[in-house]
T-cell receptor
Framework: DAKTTQPPSMDCAEGRAANLPCNHS???????VYWYRQIHSQGPQYIIH???NNETNEMASLIITEDRKSSTLILPHATLRDTAVYYC???????????FGRGTSLIVHP | NAGVMQNPRHLVRRRGQEARLRCSPM?????VYWYRQLPEEGLKFMVY????????ESGMPKERFSAEFPKEGPSILRIQQVVRGDSAAYFC??????????FGPGTRLTVL
């Protein structure tokens, strides 16, 4: 699996967009980018995934650069409940075991 | 729609006892995964099961740990002769056809 690099922590004001970066410079052509998050003491929660096109759902948007070496998860209007550790994971298509690294600890403040 | 259910949510055992952790996947999901999260660390994959079959147990410790997912009933993660180092949060996830995984709330095991 391609390794990912994320900043250890970020903060964001409530109501503003939270942009969480992820570098995956060794990603290969059949590998997808997945994002999960884990709110304190809870199980991880799937957010979104993509291959090469930008993706959007009710939770977030995923922007993948054209060379696919990095991506950004965007929470358009962060709330206090979005405070969590966010994990960027790269998985080959058909693979089933995400490897959770350290992730980015996002703190949304009032 | 009920999500992934795990019980008990908290489990306390003394060293040498057995711990049994249960996981009921989401309705329609036949793939179950177990992860362990030690304090202040990330989740580590343990085992992947489909109904009555272990598909991948590469993350399971070689001794004392076992998992099953019977035809009927929940998946069980069993830890025999627990030691203090087994204290952790154990998360179960389920999926359909190996797609994105949905996680349960976890079982927090404390070994005294």
């Amino acid at each position: 699996d391609a390794k990912t690099t994320q900043p250890p922590s970020m903060d964001c004001a409530e109501g503003r967009a939270a942009n969480l970066p992820c570098n995956h410079s060794t990603i290969s052509g059949n590998e997808y980018v997945y994002w999960y998050r884990q709110i304190h003491s809870q199980g991880p929660q799937y957010i979104i995934h993509g291959l090469k096109n930008n993706e959007t759902n009710e939770m977030a948007s995923l922007i993948i650069t054209e060379d696919r070496k990095s991506s950004t998860l965007i929470l358009p209007h962060a709330t206090l409940r979005d405070t969590a550790v966010y994990y960027c994971i790269v998985l080959p298509g058909g693979s089933y075991i995400p490897t959770f690294g350290r992730g980015t600890s996002l703190i949304v403040h009032p | 729609n009920a999500g992934v259910m795990q019980n008990p949510r908290h489990l306390v055992r003394r060293r040498g006892q057995e711990a049994r952790l249960r996981c009921s996947p989401m309705k329609g999901h036949s793939h179950v995964y177990w992860y362990r999260q030690l304090p202040e660390e990330g989740l580590k994959f343990m085992v992947y099961l489909q109904k009555e079959n272990i598909i991948d147990e590469s993350g399971m410790p070689k001794e004392r740990f076992s998992a099953e997912f019977p035809k009927e009933g929940p998946s069980i993660l069993r830890i025999q002769q627990v030691v203090r180092g087994d204290s952790a949060a154990y998360f179960c996830a389920s999926s359909s056809k190996g797609n994105e995984q949905f996680f349960g709330p976890g079982t927090r095991l404390t070994v005294l």
